[in-house]
């Protein structure tokens, strides 16, 4: 197998689409740091599969993509394609050329491909297992890996021995299989522990079962008994409701009739309510007209506010500009005489600058010809004339600078003044502004004064209207609550007054005596009142003796059933007043019990009679007390709140409280109170309604009583005094950068003048001396020649008046520049002054016509809202006339409702009979229910789908009750059952079979793998040991080719207990050296060493090509012939690929690639065929 090409696209550095052909033995890879001939194995290494970032030096695998440069963009994929030649058919494939692709995604998505078909990396491995070929194989070697390879880091050694002898797919079957046993084992653990917790409940089940089995044919046979006894009480129950059904559709006739009556009154009450509407809707619209006028004129209000401030501030600055105005014609006046003054001074310096110039003139040409004349006769004193005319231009150069700075300290001295007069006149401005604005402050603060007392005072009155607001409401809400619950109180008296009146729920001798007899003879239950939360009891307790009349005497009671016998009216009881005296009788207190009779309200007439029948009744705080009744004694009696229970020293009795229950107490008492308490709360209503008009009468007198008009005028002068005081402080701080700015200029001017007259009197000293000097100069000239002294003398005088005569015309010459700067200084002052007239005139004119504009606008504003204060004042009248004739129609109403009422009344006396009579049916129907719910929550069955079997059909009530009886107490007593024992069990039993058999799999499973890990490891130890032999051999050859015969080497196995898995040690002990471990060598020593170990592994078994990346780097030249002598020697079986900056390297090479990037950040490949030329002559051309 031949690796022919390497084809890469978008990989790293390799952005273009670049090709590597391998075709020959030796292929050499070059390039400077950087070029990305790495790369080039990293690119390799990733098409055969390599998932390792840190292996390809990425921090993460999407980094393999092209990143782009300044110049490039960024590459959408990688791409790396090898292609081999199959020819020796090491790979297991029928094709001769195979090619492997790998290709990545910026999305993250990566494909595998095996000749241009997508594949997994599964594939891939497994078509290159055994070859010698991989991403971490010994075919592709760095020089980092060199010393990987000797420290044996991550157990690089054995890895390489593993892949040379071929048991790679040997580990790889036994780490499976011991994957697989670990699972077996803890299956089978799990089953064992399963079986286990089987076993121990299979047994219990069984016995459950049977006693289950047993409890179930009793259940059969009290449900076949019990359910017909269901089925016969729910006929009766049904024959019972078609008897009150027929009672109710009678009493129903008569209840419609007065519905009919009820519904025609309600008939003509809504069509007087609908005649009525057009008024209620009259009312309502002009409340809405009377709104919208409200809101029109709040906002009239605001539009006239904020127009009369906005003119206000409008006249305010056409004020102050025109102060501005005037301000600025004052100081243009000013300029005007500065101005003509200036331009005099301009003119006269005019006229001395051009004296000056045409004397200067005349001087200088005196002082040519006198020069002439003197410069003939100076040849015999050229060496004086030199030093003379330097000292003659040092004092003319002294005499100008003195000239200037003398007019410059005069031009100083001038703007000074200037300055400090506009300064002076500027502060007398300034005194009067801050007069101005310290008046403006004051009176802004009074005026926020009384804005902030007034918005204190609006802030309370809104408060105010708030509370009463609030209160109204509430008012509103409590009368109508109170309203319903009188109406409710009304209906619950009239319900009452009418049952005691018929003596609703008495029996029929009470209600003939009621009618027959004596008025003023009441029943017990009418005597006594109690509260709600006791009713039920009281009643509970005293419900024999409730329909009993109380008497006063035996004749009374004798009397009235002599009646009852003669009309053949049933039975009546009477107690006997004279009977039952005032007899204190001592009742114990008892912990968490109250005393009935301190419970009950009776007039003082009966309290003996009640204190007799509620003597040693208790009622208990709580039900749940209840629990524990036999805890009382016999001599007392002991009823629940609820009325639930009664325990009395003979009996308990008990049960579910009725809705009717404890409504038959006290009725006339009730309706006493009812009474009073209806009268109440229509007083409490009178009150609030009273309470309520003087609420809404002190709201409309707050509402009135606003300061809007005051905090309008106030915000006004708020708003005038806010734009007074900006506009003096504007000018304030003008005033105060103009200070600033004039005294920075005068202490700059002074400091100037200052440092010009130091110069000056410095200049004068050094004047006088040159002066003497040359005066000096001159008198020696004069002793050598009087002629030349004369001579001398006279240019001497004719110099110095050209000098002064120079001076003068510097001298006017400046004056009469400052004179025309000052001039253009103040007509740009001029100009600046009349153009920001002009605007501020512009403006002026603008806000006078706004003004205008303005004053219009609020005089319609102010029309505005006269309109709409007439408009409300109309309509306010109209909406009282509509409001009287809505409140009679209210009236007409009401009585109309109180009709309807009396029709009412007479219709909810039916409806309560029939309510009775409903409920006593509703009751049977409950109890119908009741029992049929109960019987399908005892049974699971339905009462109607019930079939009477043959043994109990013909049984009668009294022998299915016997029987029925019999059957639960036995079930009760039975005890408890597990009911799905039956079930569990056969489940369980079929569950334990099934497991045991698993069990047996897994056992045999176990065995079989063990047996397969046994085979694995005999055949993968011999092949490992014969593999490891033979490297040993060559490795002891190989070394000592490299180094020396009399080197000492070997390769040991640390446990040959255990050669699959323990460490290979390699013993390279040069000729001379003595190391106690190979890492004492020296770097070329231990890469030769590792270069002696790899070709051991290739001699056992070659791979079809190797991978050097700069292995040769530590060499020196003698081991770097012995490297390529070795590989020149392997290339026969093997294709080798070398990445190295050795020279005598790349000599060996039969194609050399150079990697190079001619465009930054992109790596380009070219190649030369070194077999076409002397080595000697290329590396001479390289070292140029």
């Known amino acids: 197998m ?85 020819t020796k058919n090491i790979l297991p494939s029928d094709y001769q050329d195979i090619s492997i692709s790998r290709l990545l995604y910026r999305s993250g998505e990566s494909e595998y491909r095996l000749n241009g078909v997508n ?240 004397q200067s003139l005349t001087q200088e040409q005196i002082y040519i010809e006198k020069q002439t004349e003197f410069d003939d006769l100076k040849a015999g004193v050229d060496i004086f004339n030199q030093e003379k005319s330097l000292n003659e231009k040092a004092i003319f150069d002294l005499e100008k600078t003195i000239a200037i700075a003398e007019n410059q300290i005069e031009n100083i001295q001038v703007e000074n003044q200037r300055l400090e007069n506009e300064l002076d006149s500027k502060v007398q401005e300034f005194s009067h502004f801050e007069i101005q604005k310290i008046e403006k402050d004051q009176s802004l603060i009074v005026v926020r004064q009384k804005i902030t007392e007034c918005l204190r005072e609006e802030e309370i009155r809104q408060e105010k209207v708030k509370n009463l607001q609030k209160e109204i409401e509430s008012q509103n809400s409590k009368i109508g609550q109170l309203n319903r619950s009188k109406d409710a109180k009304k209906n619950e008296f009239e319900l009452l007054k009418s049952m005691v009146e018929k003596m609703e729920g008495f029996p029929e001798s009470i209600r003939f005596l009621h009618q027959n007899w004596r008025k003023d003879i009441p029943v017990l239950s009418d005597l006594i009142y109690t509260a709600e939360k006791y009713r039920n009891a009281i009643e509970m307790f005293l419900e024999p003796y409730l329909n009993y009349y109380v008497v006063h005497t035996e004749d009374e009671a004798l009397k009235a059933i002599k009646l009852l016998m003669s009309s053949g009216k049933g039975k009546a009881h009477f107690f006997i007043l004279d009977k039952f005296r005032q007899i204190h009788k001592t009742q114990a207190d008892i912990k968490n019990c109250k005393k009935a009779s301190d419970l009950v309200e009776v007039d003082e007439l009966y309290q003996p009679l009640f204190n007799s029948l509620l003597n040693n009744v208790y009622i208990p705080d709580d039900d749940k007390q209840l629990d524990d ?36 107490l006290g009725r006339k008492k009730n309706l006493e109170k009812l009474e009073k308490e209806i009268k109440d709360l229509e007083l409490e209503i009178l009150a609030l309604d009273r309470n309520l008009v003087d609420v809404k009468n002190d709201l409309k007198k707050l509402e009135l009583d606003h300061r ?62 040159a002066r003497n000097k040359y005066d000096l100069l001159l008198q020696s000239i004069a002793d050598k020649d009087d002629v030349f002294g004369k001579v001398s003398a006279e240019l001497s005088h004719v110099l110095n008046e050209f000098n002064q005569s120079k001076i003068e015309v510097l001298k006017w010459q400046n004056r009469h520049e400052t004179n025309k700067r000052e001039l253009g200084f103040r007509q740009q002052q001029k100009e600046e002054i009349t153009g920001k007239n002009n605007e501020d005139e512009q403006k002026i004119a603008k ?118 009886l019999y059957y639960k107490v036995r079930l009760d007593n039975y005890g408890e059952i597990n009911p ?90 040069p000729k001379g050296k003595r190391p106690k471990s190979i890492h004492q060598l020296s770097g070329g020593e231990k890469t030769l060493t590792a270069i002696a170990l790899l070709f051991s592994l290739y001699l056992l078994k070659p791979a079809p090509f190797c991978i050097f990346d700069e292995v040769d780097a530590p060499l020196d030249d003698i081991n770097i012939e012995k490297f390529n002598h070795i590989i020149r020697k392997f290339s026969k079986s093997s294709q080798f690929i070398i990445i190295t900056h050795n020279k005598l390297t790349m000599a060996e090479v039969d194609v050399l690639y150079g990697v190079y990037m001619e465009e930054q950040g992109i790596s380009g490949v070219t190649s030369v065929d070194f ?14």
């Open 2 to 86: 031949r690796l022919k090409s390497l084809e890469i696209k978008g990989f790293k550095s390799f952005a273009d689409d670049t090709v590597i052909h391998f075709n020959e033995e030796i292929t050499g890879i070059v390039g400077p740091n950087g070029s990305g001939k790495s790369n080039i194995v990293d690119a390799i290494r990733w098409v055969l599969g390599e998932q390792k970032g840190r292996e390809l030096r990425l921090a993460q695998m999407a980094d393999v993509i092209f990143n782009g440069t300044k110049k490039r963009k960024a590459a959408p994929m990688a791409q790396v394609t090898l292609n081999f030649e199959n």
């Open 119 to 358: 594949c997994r990396l599964k594939d891939i491995t497994s078509l290159f297992l055994d070859t010698g070929v991989g991403p971490d194989s010994y075919a592709i070697i760095a020089l980092g890996m060199v010393e990987d390879i000797l420290s044996n880091k991550e157990n690089a050694r054995r890895k390489m021995f593993e892949q040379a002898a071929g048991i790679s797919k040997y580990k790889a079957r036994k780490k499976e299989s011991i994957q697989k046993l670990k699972a077996t084992n803890e299956d089978l653990a799990r089953i064992e522990d399963l079986l286990f917790e089987i076993n121990n409940n299979l047994t219990d089940l069984e016995k459950q079962a049977k006693r289950a089995k047993k409890y179930f044919e009793m259940r059969d046979k009290y449900r076949s008994t019990a359910m017909l006894l269901y089925h016969i009480s729910v006929n009766n129950l049904r024959e019972k409701i078609n008897s009150l059904s027929d009672q109710i559709n009678q009493k129903l006739d008569l209840h419609r009739e007065q519905e009919i009556i009820v519904r025609n009154t309600e008939a003509d009450l809504g069509q007087f309510k609908k005649s009525n509407l057009d008024k209620e809707k009259n009312l309502g619209d002009f409340q809405k007209k009377v709104n919208l006028i409200l809101d029109e004129i709040r906002n009239a209000e605001g539009d006239v506010q904020v127009k009369d401030q906005k003119r206000n501030l409008l006249e305010s600055q056409i004020l102050q500009i025109a102060q501005q105005i005037e301000t600025a014609g004052v100081r243009l006046q000013s300029l005007e005489l500065e101005i003509v003054q200036r331009l005099q001074e301009a003119d006269d310096s005019a006229v001395e600058y051009q004296k000056a110039s045409h």
């Open 629 to 664: 009744v036999i805890r009382f004694p016999d001599e007392i009696s002991v009823v629940s709140v609820s009325g639930s229970i009664l325990k009395k020293s003979e009996a308990i009795s008990g049960g579910s409280v009725g809705l009717f229950e404890g409504k038959k």
């Open 708 to 769: 809007n008009s005051d905090l309008l005028d106030l915000r006004k002068s708020e708003t005038e005094l806010v734009a007074a005081q900006a506009q003096l402080q504007t000018k304030l701080q003008h005033f105060i950068e103009f200070k600033e700015s004039v005294s920075s200029r005068l202490l700059k001017n002074k400091s100037q003048a200052a440092d010009l007259k130091n110069q000056i009197q410095n200049q004068n000293s050094d004047l006088g001396l």
């Open 847 to 964: 806000y006078r016509d706004e003004v205008v504009e303005l004053k219009s606008s609020l005089t319609a504003a102010r029309e505005l809202l006269r309109e709409r204060f007439e408009a409300k004042k109309i309509l306010e009248t109209d909406l009282s006339s509509l409001e009287r004739e809505y409140y009679e129609a209210r009236n007409e109403i009401t009585l109309y409702e109180n009709k309807i009422k009396a029709a009412q009344k007479a219709s909810n006396d039916l409806q309560s009979d029939i309510n009775a009579l409903k409920d006593n049916r509703s009751e049977a129907s409950y109890k119908i229910q009741s029992t049929e719910e109960k019987a399908e929550i005892e049974f699971s069955m339905k009462l109607s789908q019930f079939v009477p079997d043959q043994e109990t059909i013909d049984m009668d009530e009294d022998q299915l009750r016997d029987r029925s």
């Open 980 to 1069: 799905l024992a039956l079930e569990a069990y056969e489940e369980m039993k079929e569950r334990h079979d099934k497991i045991q058999e698993q069990r047996t799999d897994i056992l045999q499973a176990q065995e079989k793998l063990l047996e397969t890990i046994k085979e694995i490891e005999n055949t993968a130890t011999a092949g490992f040991m014969l593999a490891f032999n033979q490297v040993r051999t060559h490795f002891q050859d190989v070394f000592r080719s490299l180094f020396t015969a009399d080197d000492d080497c070997d390769l040991i196995l640390l446990d040959q207990n255990d050669p699959l898995e323990c460490d290979i040690d390699i013993i390279a002990k």
């Open 1171 to 1184: 077999r076409k030329y002397d080595h000697e002559i290329v590396l001479e051309e390289m070292e140029r």
